[in-house]
């Protein structure tokens, strides 16, 4: 299966249905694993289902993603 360039495991993505935002973790059959950037379960969203994050999303999860690794 061809999976979409915004969907690389690693980019900032999120889930339309609930709105959250989660890291790309891999591809398990037709759907696409996020975590949140905190860290924690990861879920699957169909690819439909998945869009990319606007500007301020993706920087609240790098800041997320930075202050896990701080330990805040």
């Given at each position: 299966?061809?999976?979409?360039?915004?969907?690389?495991?690693?980019?900032?993505?999120?889930?339309?249905?609930?709105?959250?935002?989660?890291?790309?973790?891999?591809?398990?059959?037709p759907?696409?694993?996020?975590?949140?950037?905190?860290?924690?379960?990861?879920?699957?969203?169909?690819?439909e289902?998945?869009?990319?994050?606007?500007?301020?999303?993706?920087?609240?999860?790098?800041?997320?993603?930075?202050?896990?690794?701080?330990?805040?």
């Open positions: 299966m061809r999976h979409d360039a915004s969907t690389v495991v690693g980019a900032v993505m999120v889930d339309r249905r609930n709105g959250k935002v989660g890291v790309v973790m891999g591809h398990v059959g759907y696409v694993q996020l975590r949140p950037p905190r860290g924690g379960r990861e879920w699957d969203v169909p690819p289902d998945v869009r990319a994050p606007t500007p301020a999303e993706e920087l609240s999860a790098k800041v997320a993603v930075a202050n896990r690794r701080w330990g805040r």
